[in-house]
Structure formats: structure tokens, C-alpha cells
């Protein structure tokens, strides 16, 4: 069935991850990353999850589920190895209108997560609906390579120059073509050499020229 695609914010939300396995490690950073406040159910964790405890950055109740915790939770995600817990699980937060995931089920929650590659604020995400895991993570790969940290550095540089932007651009269209022809390969090249503030320095040229001739 088609997935509506979406970007969720969560900061501050709380989350639940059930489980405490590796899965659940990736699912955790995933979620603290976005700003969630975590919230583990397991009778054991990882090492790395036990030292996120430990540094108070996730809440751990250590015990298996029971029905009720998810209340008052906006995302459940379950990572169990027990298909009858993670399912009671997705059935009663469905029914309170919660999101749910199963990682190794998706079809059993209302929501599943794609494969995605992050620079910060520019994300990528690749979703097969399930049919090909390893051409999601092909893609994935391919798109690794060719779009590196160096565009989310870019992402970064164009937020800082928007302000200055509306004052010399004053519609949305004029904008967009502008910054569509000063995405060009030599600011790339030097932001993936590390070469920022020459970087910086060709986009504020281009900033200082451009609604000159208007």
C-alpha cells in the first residue's frame, strides 16, 4: 500500500523505545538526534544504552512490557525478538492513536521508517515499501557518495545569507533562480576540500551583485 511521506518533528516528545537490544541502540540515537525524550522498556540493555542511562540522556524502566505503558507516549517503537509482544504492543498504541513501528514488522504499526542519509538539516530518505531492503540500501550508497557533508555545510551557508537575500530579491522566484545558478561545482569543490570561509566568501560576492542590475 502507497505511504503518505512525511518529516516528523519531535523535539521534546516522548518516545518509546521497547526493546534493549542493538536495534533499539539505533532506533534511541535516531530519536535523540531529532530531539525525543527517550524512554526505554527492557529487562536488559546494550552497554552503550545502559551509558546513556547512566549520563541521564534516556529513561530506562527495567522490566518487560506491560499493557498501559504506552500512554502518554507520541512514538512507540518496538525492537523486541518476541513477535506476540511487539504485536500487543502495536495493537494497543494504535488504538490509543499513537505512531507505532515495529522494526522488524513494519506492517504490524501505523508508520515505518525509511532508509536515510543525513548531513545536518538536509536528509535523504529511501523507502522500497518493504519489497528490497538491499536496494534501499544501494541507494542509499550511491546517494552517499554523491552528495557528502560538503551540501549540508552548503545548507548551512544559504540559511545564514537568506535574510540578506530578501532585501536584494524580492520575490520567491528571483530567489530561487539565484540560488539555483550559485549551486555551482566550484563552491562544492571547495567546501568538500574544507575551504568554508572561501566558500562563504563566493556566495556573499554573489549575494553583493545580484538585484544590481533591477
Not at 93 to 100: K, M, T
Not at 132 to 142: G, H, I
Not at 150 to 158: M, T
Not at 197 to 204: G, L, P, R, V, Y
Request: with cysteine.
Amino acid at each position: 500500500m502507497p505511504c503518505y511521506p512525511i518529516n516528523l518533528q519531535i523535539s521534546r516528545r516522548p518516545c518509546m523505545v521497547v526493546g534493549g537490544g542493538s536495534v533499539a541502540e539505533r532506533k534511541v540515537a535516531a530519536l535523540l538526534a531529532a530531539g525525543g525524550v527517550v524512554t526505554v522498556v527492557s529487562p536488559h540493555l546494550t552497554k552503550p544504552l545502559t551509558a546513556l542511562v547512566e549520563k541521564k540522556e534516556i529513561i530506562h524502566i527495567p522490566r518487560a512490557y506491560q499493557q498501559g505503558d504506552v500512554n502518554g507516549f507520541f512514538i512507540v517503537i518496538c525492537t523486541t525478538d518476541n513477535g506476540p509482544v511487539n504485536k500487543m504492543v502495536a495493537e494497543e498504541g494504535i488504538r490509543l492513536g499513537i505512531l507505532v513501528n515495529v522494526a522488524d514488522a513494519p506492517e504490524l504499526g501505523n508508520f515505518s521508517v525509511p532508509s536515510q542519509i543525513s548531513h545536518g538539516d538536509l536528509l535523504f530518505t529511501i523507502s522500497t515499501g518493504g519489497k528490497s531492503p538491499a536496494l534501499a540500501k544501494k541507494l542509499r550508497e550511491e546517494l552517499g557518495e554523491r552528495y557528502g557533508p560538503e551540501y549540508g555545510i552548503y545548507l548551512e551557508l544559504v540559511a545564514k545569507a537568506r535574510a540578506q537575500m530578501k532585501t536584494r530579491l524580492s520575490t520567491a522566484k528571483e530567489r530561487e533562480a539565484f540560488w539555483r545558478e550559485t549551486l555551482d561545482q566550484e563552491v562544492i569543490i571547495l567546501l568538500k576540500e574544507g575551504k568554508i570561509e572561501e566558500a562563504e566568501a563566493k556566495i556573499k560576492n554573489a549575494i553583493s551583485c545580484s538585484g544590481t542590475q533591477s
